[in-house]
């Protein structure tokens, strides 16, 4: 089963920007749908967006997430992206990546995540 391995979390202020990376090894990631998590404290794990294997569908979660954040993948490099510009205290969470489109649907063990807070 696939590895995956997210970084570029970190602490920020509110209206911040972060571009989270998530590595992929042992799978290639062209082969499936691939989406980004996220767990607040005391709550359970939501997908936030997810992309096609071609990449010509994506999907946000929400609203606010649609007009902030962007996922982009680079099957080349198999690596998934996720830029989110307008950060927010409650975008503060860990973050993962698996595959997965609108909903879960893991093919990938669950890499150590990426801690993003965002002070306000």
């Known amino acids: 089963q696939g590895q995956l391995d997210e970084s570029g979390g970190g602490l920020v202020q509110a209206g911040s920007s972060l571009r989270l990376s998530c590595a992929a090894s042992?799978?290639?990631?062209?082969?499936?749908?691939m989406a980004w998590y996220r767990q607040a404290p005391g709550k359970e794990r939501e997908i936030v967006a997810s992309i096609s294997w071609s990449g010509a569908n994506i999907n946000y979660a929400t609203y606010s997430v649609k007009h902030r954040f962007t996922i982009i993948r680079d099957n080349a490099k198999n690596t998934l992206y996720l830029q989110m510009n307008s950060l927010g205290p409650e975008d503060t969470a860990l973050y993962y990546c698996?595959?997965?489109?609108?909903?879960?649907?893991?093919?990938?063990?669950w890499g150590p995540g990426t801690q993003v807070t965002v002070s306000s």
């Open positions: 698996n595959s997965g489109y609108r909903t879960g649907t893991y093919y990938f063990n």
């Open positions: 042992g799978r290639n990631i062209s082969d499936y749908n």
